[in-house]
């Protein structure tokens, strides 16, 4: 099983809306709508920010939210402020197994 | 509210078995659904899925680690428990354990504890 594919990174300014893209297979992704994101900011642990594709955890900016397509989930970041500078991470299951992403670093001009 | 805390050596030497612990509260292992796991993450590196074990004992391991991964939990402690044989420098990263809610999302994080393989 690889990792879920990611891009390295991707940028916006403050205000603008990103999107972040995670692609698996018909294994992972495509079959379960059991794709989560997490945001990572230097030196701490990760912080779920959407489960279940779309769903967002109690206290997280209704700024971000998610979806899927096939075997493509998406994250979508809008209004963007400096404090959304950090990695995101998409993650999996995948029957036995979980999967993360690469990982995407994402930059507020 | 949930908390997990990892603990363990912060150095082992290569081929050395690693044992790490989390012990953690406002949860039960024991509850229906509820699962505990580990994830690492290598210097500037991605998060990479470990381990898991659920409420009823079950377990899951990554694959491409499964040979050398132990989970365990111990409902009475409120720990789990992972062991890694045969360790080697490129398994130095920082060790997270983290609560897996019932959405297959992992939602409370510990601070993490850097491991460092070398001799």
């Known amino acids: 099983q690889s990792a879920l594919t990611q891009p390295a990174s991707v940028s916006g300014s403050p205000g603008q809306s990103i999107t972040i893209s995670c692609t698996g297979t018909?294994?992972?992704?495509?079959?379960?709508?059991?794709v989560s994101w997490y945001q990572q900011h230097p030196g701490k642990a990760p912080k779920l920010m959407i489960y279940e594709g779309s769903k967002r955890p109690s206290g997280v900016s209704n700024r971000f939210s998610g979806s899927k397509s096939g075997n493509t989930a998406s994250l979508t970041i809008s209004g963007l402020q400096a404090e959304d500078e950090a990695d995101y991470y998409c993650?999996?299951?995948?029957?036995?197994?979980?999967?993360f992403g690469g990982g995407t670093k994402l930059t507020v001009l | 509210q949930i908390t997990l805390k990892e603990s363990g050596p912060t150095l082992v030497k290569p081929t050395q078995t690693l044992t790490l612990t989390c012990t953690f509260s406002g949860f039960s292992l024991s509850t229906s659904g509820v699962g505990v796991g580990w994830i690492r993450q290598p210097p500037g590196k991605a998060l990479e899925w470990l381990a898991l074990?659920?409420?009823?004992?079950?377990?899951r391991y990554s694959p491409s680690l499964k040979s050398r991964l132990t989970i365990t939990k111990d409902t009475s402690k409120n720990q789990v428990v992972l062991t890694m044989t045969n360790m080697d420098p490129v398994d130095t990263a920082t060790y997270y354990c983290?609560?897996?809610?019932?959405?297959?999302?992992?939602?409370?994080w510990g601070q993490g504890t850097l491991v460092t393989v070398s001799s």
């Open positions: 074990i659920y409420w009823d004992d079950d377990k």
């Open positions: 983290a609560h897996r809610s019932l959405a297959a999302a992992w939602d409370y």
């Open positions: 993650c999996s299951y995948a029957g036995s197994s979980t999967l």
């Open positions: 018909s294994s992972d992704v495509g079959s379960y709508n059991l």
